[in-house]
């Protein structure tokens, strides 16, 4: 893993330790995150990730898959987990310990289970399979459980759980991941931020979707606020020291270095805000996805600095868990929707705090900016599309097409139209 420079310099650092309470912000001037010049049909980032992976010997069905799951974050408004992470795919398939064109090694012991072995395949691509197959066994069986080990960063969670929403069915999808949180009480990284997924099927478009990490934030936050050069509030992550820190730049270059520190469990430091169930569901996701499967557990997890054996190429060693459940074994779809529906209806209806318009269910912000982001474009953050055009330009590529470029083109060749690729 290469090493992290913290955007925020350490004269901030300095300041922070005499309690100063200033922020260092990027004005939206200087961010252009939602700048045509910098947005990109949905289609268009697709392909993109395609030819890209397509340099690495990536094959087209199987590049598709990641390049719909990454996009997938960037069109529900997830950037920590979208396209901004493509160069780490790049770097995984540079250094082998990402293997495209595997040949998955599936078990399934008795009709309701699968265990897959990933073989360091695509964390997307064997997560697509386990998922499918999760769905097909609950049709068959009622419900379907499916571990995979040895695999890679997946990507988001929900999308694997949407996959279940659309067969009619429950789904739910655990990940471990590298080591970013301290336990309660603790000040070393000995568990991932180890995401949760939820999902069931509602009415009218509006299913329940939660997707959310058992840290108070995900990595991908903390490199947001740290590309963006902003403090991070205070009860996020603490430094080497087990002392809270507002820097997300040093918490990063910590975490790369395994130096100490990391982000706090939900609930945050200690157990008077609950930061002990965080770390409680932390640690469940862990059993299921790394203990069960017989992949690599807490620090072990992405563990690329360790010694390797002769002939070895070291691996990240994810491991996932995916449950699929057949809701018409207890009672026709159409009613569950509605039974959902009428409880969504109960929230919605209930009394708003203070000046809050409305009161959302799981999901609902990610599929209201989808829908936005189809129909005029997906925004990244400037310096997003800077890493896309490197990544382009050492593989011999051109960038990503924005709306801007195609607008421009249309001007010239009206013929054309506007459309994505």
């Known amino acids: 893993m290469s090493e992290h420079a913290p955007q925020i310099s350490n004269e901030l ?21 939602c700048s045509v010049e910098s947005t990109v049909m949905r289609a268009d980032l697709e392909r993109f990730v395609v030819d890209v992976l397509a340099r690495y010997h990536v094959k087209e069905d199987e590049a598709a898959v990641t390049a719909k799951v990454l996009v997938a974050a960037d069109l529900r408004g997830i950037a920590s987990h979208g396209v901004a992470r493509l160069g780490r795919y790049v770097k995984g398939l540079q250094e082998k310990y990402i293997v495209p064109g595997v040949a998955f090694d599936i078990r399934e012991p008795v009709p309701a289970v699968g265990a897959i072995d990933a073989k360091n395949g695509i964390g997307q691509v064997v997560s697509d399979l386990a998922m499918d197959l999760a769905i097909d066994k609950a049709r068959a069986n009622g419900i379907g459980v499916v571990t995979v080990k040895n695999s890679n960063h997946f990507g988001i969670a929900g999308y694997y759980v949407q996959k279940a929403i659309d067969a009619g069915m429950i789904g739910i999808c655990l990940t471990n991941a590298a080591p970013l949180v301290v336990p309660t009480h603790g000040a070393d990284a000995i568990l991932g ?7 069931a099927p509602g009415a009218g478009g509006l299913d329940f979707l939660l997707d959310m990490a058992t840290s108070v934030v995900p990595r991908g936050k903390l490199e947001v606020y740290d590309r963006n050069r902003k403090q991070m509030p205070v009860g996020w992550a603490v430094d080497e020291h087990g002392y809270d820190s507002k820097n997300p730049g040093l918490v990063l270059a910590n975490l790369v270095k395994r130096a100490g520190g990391g982000i706090l469990p939900l609930g945050g430091r200690g157990e008077e805000f609950s930061g002990h169930k965080g770390y409680g569901l932390s640690l ?25 054996r002769p002939g070895e190429v ?16 207890f009672m026709p779809v159409q009613e569950f929707r509605e039974r959902l529906t009428e409880l969504i209806g109960l929230l919605k209806d209930s009394e708003k705090a203070l000046d809050r318009p409305t009161i959302y269910i799981h999901g609902e912000k990610e599929q209201v900016r989808a829908r936005l982001h189809e129909r005029s474009g997906i925004p990244l953050a400037e310096n997003v599309m800077a890493s896309l055009r490197k990544i382009a330009a050492d593989c011999g590529l051109p960038g990503p097409v924005t709306v801007a470029e195609r607008v421009r083109r249309e001007a010239i060749h009206p013929e054309e139209g506007y459309r994505a690729s």
């Open 13 to 33: 650092v300095d300041c922070e330790a005499r309690g100063a309470e200033w922020l260092h912000e990027v004005r939206c001037e200087d961010c252009l995150g």
């Open 193 to 199: 931020t180890n995401p949760i997924a939820v999902g």
């Open 284 to 308: 469940m996701v862990d059993v299921l996805c790394g203990v069960l499967s017989g992949s690599a557990f807490g620090p072990e997890v992405d563990n690329l600095q360790r010694e390797p």
């Open 314 to 329: 070291v691996a990240p060693r994810v491991g996932h868990f995916f449950l699929a459940i057949d809701i018409t074994r």
